[in-house]
């Protein structure tokens, strides 16, 4: 019984840690940007697909796709970047929806026009179980584990030692002011953009050996899981982005286990109301950013 | 043909097309030649129904064939009952079709091929029988279909001594599934029950692989178990992996083959299962009409009920709810192919 509950709850951290390394990209952009990232689940897509042509079609090896996926995420952020999201700066709530969901859309149909609707095979990772403490996983996941610590200890260290982390702190809590002592505030938001899209492109391309399948529209669910993490975080709260993965991860996988596989999607939106009823800005407070 | 089913519908027509020409360049039926007409149901219960009263009024047909859809079938039904014009379905598996038919009411239509229910009794019989597993896990989709077909399969357990030890449906686009197969892992139970989706089987099959459940539970049921995509996805957990079908082009029969041979040479494609049953379809409502040495509607009809018809699978015979008594195949993936194991029918106990 014991083991059993361990077991879930390890496999609670790495579904978890997953969830982190997308929520983060998308609560730093709603730092900078003031707006909820709806296309942020189809970042996680072009980033898989990346890595899948990569492989596919050019037969490179796994690291190297993984590479790749990032790339072409970057790339297709920087383009979004530059044409639509740096208009957002300032703008009303209600554009960066309508622009975000857009832009969900657009990718989604170009991905099935260009490779097809159907679901495809994605091969590479590392996918051989080890056995630690009896609990078994795939090598693969220890891999996401292990990417998902690094990269919050790599956000820890850009947002408080770097020029870049500090004018995104500075945009995060006054676009004004930032304007006003000469910081570029459009400069920031694309690249934070870009990094938070990146990021999300980043754990498309490490999931995808679990996975398995990959198809135009996995990227709804992501932004779906997405939502009520960095909520319950505190919107552009990036400690608290981590935190709030980890309590979902767990708490699906002990729902799943014990009450009904049904049930899993139930528990963000549950938990999150359960949360906000408690307190009402999330965990953590939305005013410390970053 | 068009809508969402419009591939199968191709298929389907093909495969009648084919028995007609066969049939008929051996000098036709007591000397008549079968004309095959063609009206398309776009899948929607609506233009079938609408279709079906073109091809009864205008075209004159004396017999209809179709629907592929379940819910387009179901909408024919009580037209072909007005008219008096007989309906064999080759191709919907929805139970209810045949329910609502013979002794439970339309005397007009019936059905040359096994329903989801016929399926899940085969496949919990050869599970219990063949491999003697009486402790299982059901892992289906969220979905009238997962969840009927665990339906059926519970209606029939008590008879092989089985039981259901866990129960989970999945969400279409569900990626975890390593919770739900841990679960498994310590209930005891001894194989999967799983009537899923394509693609989600091989998700399944490799996160089985991480809990250390491959090659010690096998997976029973239906999902495209056999494709080479999902057994190279992780070929460890899918063998031993049991599923039923309607027919399958390697199938070893001398018939098979010969149909298979014909249909290559004509259409330049390999045939698919609706292409067979329809081919066969047309081929045992020949048959009937033989037997009844009339086109007089009733006196097919009668004949059908009476029939005992040799298909390219085993004997085919109607029961008293003009539902086709006819074997499935059994597949069994062994050493990361996917192997015969024989046909089998089943007789499924209708609701009172």
């Known amino acids: 019984m014991l083991f059993q509950i361990s077991e879930q709850i390890v496999n609670g951290i790495v579904t978890g840690a997953v969830y982190a390394l997308v929520a983060v990209g998308m609560t730093m952009i709603f730092g900078v940007l003031r707006a909820i990232n709806f296309a942020h689940g ?31 995420t970057a790339f297709v952020a920087l383009v979004v970047g530059q044409f639509v999201m740096q208009r957002m700066v300032g703008a009303p709530a209600e554009a960066g929806v309508l622009a975000t969901l857009g832009i969900a859309l657009i990718l989604q149909n170009t991905v099935i026009l260009v490779f097809g609707g159907g679901y495809k095979f994605f091969e590479g990772g590392y996918i051989e179980p080890v056995t630690i403490f009896g609990i078994s996983l795939a090598e693969q996941r220890l891999l996401i584990i292990a990417v998902a610590v690094l990269v919050f200890f790599g956000l820890e260290l850009l947002v408080t030692h770097s020029r870049m982390g500090k004018a995104m702190r500075a945009v995060s809590q006054n676009v004004d002011c930032c304007a006003v002592v000469g910081i570029d505030v459009r400069k920031v938001v694309v690249r934070t953009f870009i990094l938070g899209a990146a ?40 400690r608290g982005t981590f935190f709030a993965a980890m309590i979902l991860g767990i708490a699906e996988s002990l729902v799943a286990t014990y009450v009904g596989l049904q049930f899993r999607d139930t528990v963000g939106f549950a938990t999150l109301m359960l949360v906000l009823m408690w307190r009402p800005h999330g965990l953590f407070s939305s005013q410390a950013r970053y | 043909m068009s809508g969402p089913n419009a591939r199968y519908g191709a ?13 008929n360049a051996t000098g036709g039926i007591d000397g008549r030649k079968i004309e095959i007409f063609s009206a398309d ?20 047909v004396d017999f209809v064939i179709g629907d592929v859809s379940s819910s387009v079938t179901l909408a024919m039904q009580p037209v072909v009952e007005d008219a008096g014009v007989l309906l064999i379905n080759a191709a919907s598996s929805n139970p209810k079709i045949t329910y609502a038919a013979g002794v439970g009411g339309f005397k007009w239509s019936f059905r040359n091929y096994p329903t989801d229910e016929n399926r899940a009794l085969i496949v919990a019989q050869y ?9 299982f896990a059901v892992l289906s989709v969220d979905s009238d ?42 209930s005891g139970a001894q194989a999967i029950i799983m009537y ?93 009409v033989e037997a009844a040495k009339s086109i007089d509607r009733a006196q097919v009809r009668d004949a059908l009920a009476k ?46």
Do not use: C
């Open chain 1, 42 to 72: 189809e970042y996680y897509m072009v980033g898989t697909f990346g890595a899948w042509v990569a492989i596919e079609y050019f037969d490179l090896p796994y690291p190297i796709a993984i590479v790749a996926g990032v790339i072409a």
């Open chain 1, 199 to 238: 990021l999300a492109g980043l754990s498309g391309v490490l999931t995808a050996p679990v996975n398995v399948s990959v198809y135009g529209g996995m990227g709804e669910l992501i932004t779906f899981k997405t939502l009520p993490i960095i909520i319950m975080g505190g919107l552009g709260n990036v």
């Open chain 2, 11 to 23: 298929f389907s027509l093909r495969g009648a097309q084919l028995a007609a020409k066969e049939i």
């Open chain 2, 41 to 60: 149901s776009q899948g929607t219960p609506v233009e079938g129904v609408s279709a079906t009263k073109r091809l009864i009024a205008q075209d004159k």
């Open chain 2, 127 to 135: 599970a219990a029988e063949k491999r003697g597993f009486t402790k």
């Open chain 2, 145 to 186: 279909y997962g969840r009927s077909a665990i339906e059926f399969t519970k209606k029939y357990l008590p008879r092989f001594k089985g039981q259901i030890l866990t129960e989970d449906y999945y969400k279409e686009g569900e990626v975890d599934f390593r919770s739900v197969l841990a679960k498994i892992r310590d």
């Open chain 2, 196 to 288: 899923g989706l394509a693609d989600t089987t091989p998700i399944v099959a490799r996160q089985m692989t991480e809990v250390g459940l491959a090659g010690k539970i096998p997976l029973i049921g239906n999902g495209e178990f056999n494709t080479e995509k999902t057994i190279k996805s992780a070929p460890k957990a899918m063998e031993g992996a049991v599923e039923a079908a309607a027919w399958l082009p390697a199938w070893d029969s001398p018939k098979s083959k010969a149909f298979v041979t014909k249909f290559n040479a004509e259409y330049r494609e390999a045939p698919n299962n609706h292409a067979y049953v329809h081919w066969e379809t047309v081929n045992l409502l020949g048959k009937a």
């Open chain 2, 307 to 352: 029939i005992k018809y040799d298909s390219a699978v085993g004997e085919v015979t109607f029961d008293d709810h003009n539902q086709a008594k006819l074997p499935m195949i059994l597949l069994q993936i062994e050493d990361g192919k996917p192997v015969v194991k024989g046909a089998y029918s089943a007789d499924i106990d209708y609701p009172r």
